[in-house]
């Protein structure tokens, strides 16, 4: 358990937090922030009211019978709209893994990845077969999700404990991980951020205990991929890599910015590093005087390629351009670019108050 938050600097923040309606924010708050213990009756009534909140269920009444979002054939495909990320917000709101709608998604994902190829790069189909968009088992897939199913409660699930071993078996030599094309087949050598946060975000929700063998060895590499860089900054000139990286966005995914890097640090107790300084100086230089932090932009209307259905003909589809995503209107309760964000807060409560 995490202990109550330090600093009065940071008590006006957490007050507004728990004045939201969202009992997701509220749990959370109490949970991470103030320390509140698994039995607490106030915890378990904010928890409670997580199921029937306006985000939940609205991801829950888009699920189909047979426990999947969107499309039978395919867990990743349509972004926004497929299971892993339906799955990935519900582990962020806090909803049970006990949720029968929970279990159902879960169970839907593990039958379809163990069911599939494990290669990376993932093999190359004739004839335009797109089975290869399909496969899950590629770092940023497989680190949310395994991230996501012991956050419900997976993490003993032998299925699971594989993805944490492949993860270990697929890091590159600098310390991270990278997604991009294929990776070595076009002799890719260096990590990606994106890439890296992933698999460090899944081991930072399983107890050091239960990671697989070498998983401390990765873990200690991936952060130091991080640090190395300041967590936003080349090794080498130490300037911003990418600008986006300085602001603060929600969902994340497989995206990354400062504060999920912090956020991930701090979960593996790594935050402490002085080379965090920059970022979390960076962080604390957006904290507003009412003590919270703004959104300031938004990764899920960016995306430029998505693989859609046609329903006319059955056919799948890579599309290309501006607006290839349907964003669920549930994002629009996610929060407005430009004002103060109760999950932004959160976060970096979670970072700077502990």
Known sequence: ??????????????????????????????????????????????RSEIPDSSLVSQILGEQRDGGYWAEAEDCYWPKWQATVWNLILLAEFGLSGDHPQVKKGCEFFLETMDAQDRSWPPPEYLDGDLRGYRLVWEPCVTGNMARTLVEFGYQDDPRVGEMFEWLVKEQFADGGWNCEGGGRDKQTKHSSFMSTI????AFSALEPSSWPKGG???????CEFLLM???YKSDHTFQTINEEWTKLHFPLFYFYDILHGLRV?????????????????????????DGTWPLEATYTRSIKRNLVKDHGTGEWNRVKGEGVADVPKLYDELGVIGEPNPWITLNALRVLSH
């Not at 924010?25 to 213990?37: C, P, S």
Request: hydrophobic share 35%; no cysteine.
């Open 198 to 201: 992933e698999p460090l975000w």
């Open 216 to 222: 401390r060895e990765a873990v200690t590499r991936g």
């Open 1 to 46: 358990m995490q202990q109550a938050v330090k600093g009065e600097k940071w008590t006006a923040g957490v007050s507004w937090l728990m004045r939201q309606d969202n009992p997701s924010i509220r749990y959370w708050t109490m949970k991470d922030l103030l320390g509140y213990a698994e039995n607490d009756p106030e915890l378990s009534k904010a």
């Open 265 to 289: 640090l701090t979960a593996l107790e790594s935050a402490d590093d002085k080379r965090t300084f920059d970022a979390k100086e960076l962080l604390k230089s957006k904290h507003s005087s």
């Open 229 to 231: 860089h300041r967590l």
